[in-house]
C-alpha cells in the first residue's frame, strides 16, 4: 500500500511539472538593454507567455517591455519588444 501510494505522490508530481510547461518554448534571438526579439512556435506559446520572458529580460534594467510588432510565418511567431522606462 505505501509503495502505490509513493508511486501514485510521483505521478502526480510529474504531471504536476509538465503542467508548468504549457507556455510551450520560446527563443531568444536578440537581447540588449534596449529590447529582445523573441521568436517561439504558435501553436506551443502565446504572445502572453513571450511578453511575460520579455518582461523578466527588460526588468533587469529596471524597464518594462514594450510589444513593438509581432509577425507570424507558417506555425512561428516572432516578436520584438522595447525595453521603455
Not at 504531471?15 to 504558435?42: F, N, P
Not at 533587469?60 to 510588432?69: E, M, N, S
Amino acid at each position: 500500500m505505501a509503495r502505490t501510494m509513493m508511486w501514485s505522490g510521483l505521478a502526480l508530481t510529474a504531471l504536476v511539472a509538465l503542467g508548468g510547461c504549457s507556455s510551450g518554448r520560446i527563443w531568444l534571438d536578440h537581447q540588449s538593454t534596449d529590447g529582445a526579439t523573441l521568436h517561439w512556435y504558435t501553436r506551443e506559446a502565446t504572445i502572453g507567455d513571450a511578453q511575460a520572458r520579455a518582461a523578466t529580460h527588460c526588468s533587469q534594467f529596471g524597464k518594462r517591455a514594450q510589444l513593438l510588432d509581432e509577425f507570424e510565418d507558417e506555425d512561428v511567431t516572432t516578436a520584438h519588444f522595447g525595453c521603455q522606462a
